[in-house]
């Protein structure tokens, strides 16, 4: 298994500011993500963490507004850029031990922008 | 499109009673159909995950099935106790942990 924190847990901003989020997870795994859950929607991947290079980002979302960054195989941090309310949403970090189906999430960070 | 889709949306059951979720996907090529369960505030946990060849997985008192054939799947909950009150999302893969189709989840409510 693998036990993941994230920090902050939760947080409230103002517009145009940015919030990094720090992913923890307590043992080596194979693959880090990042997830966006809107209010009453399923899990959106954001993007997928590497490490020591450039994340891989889905459609729609952009290295410049969700900058992640990777530098060992047990941390990451998703910056959320120049927020605007439509940003409000619940982050959860997600990462895959070896070659498994297994997949572990973060309790998640609820962000709040106004 | 790869398309899941969760019903009902939303379930309010008593204590004790069983309770059925279902889960229908478009999802090609198909690797493996997970359930997971989140709580309030926290984040999802894997229940069951079921790859092409498995019809039936349980975990002790879910029981998750799976038809591949008409790609339908279910997730059945006996004897419900308080703690079962959460959202149960269906996810399926295609392969690869960055290929996971999610549904919007089921919102169940145990009322005692």
């Known amino acids: 298994s693998a036990v993941i924190s994230q920090k902050p847990s939760r947080d409230i901003c103002q517009r145009g500011t940015s919030l990094t989020i720090q992913c923890q997870v307590d043992s080596q795994v194979t693959m880090m993500f990042w997830y966006r859950q809107q209010p009453g929607q399923s899990l959106t991947l954001i993007a997928t963490a590497n490490q020591g290079s450039e994340a891989t980002y889905e459609s729609g979302f952009v290295i410049d507004k969700f900058p992640i960054s990777r530098p060992n195989l047990t941390f990451s941090t998703l910056t959320v850029s120049n927020m605007s309310p439509e940003d409000s949403s619940i982050y959860l970090c997600s990462v895959v031990k070896g070659n498994t189906y297994e997949q572990y999430f973060g309790p998640g960070t609820r962000l709040t922008v106004t | 499109k790869n398309q899941v889709e969760q019903s009902p949306q939303s379930l309010i059951i008593l204590e004790g009673k069983n309770c059925t979720l279902q889960?229908?996907?478009?999802?090609?090529?198909?690797?493996?159909l997970r359930w997971y369960k989140q709580d309030t505030g926290r984040g999802p946990v894997s229940l069951t995950i079921m790859t092409f060849s498995e019809n039936t997985k349980s975990n002790g008192r879910y029981t998750a099935t799976l038809d591949a054939d008409t790609k339908q799947s279910s997730l059945h909950i006996t004897a419900s106790q308080l703690s079962d009150s959460a959202s149960y999302i269906c996810?399926?893969?295609?392969?690869?942990?960055?290929?996971?189709?999610f549904g919007k989840g089921t919102h169940l409510i145990i009322q005692p």
């Open positions: 996810v399926v893969s295609g392969g690869g942990a960055d290929g996971l189709t």
């Open positions: 889960c229908n996907y478009t999802v090609s090529p198909f690797s493996n």
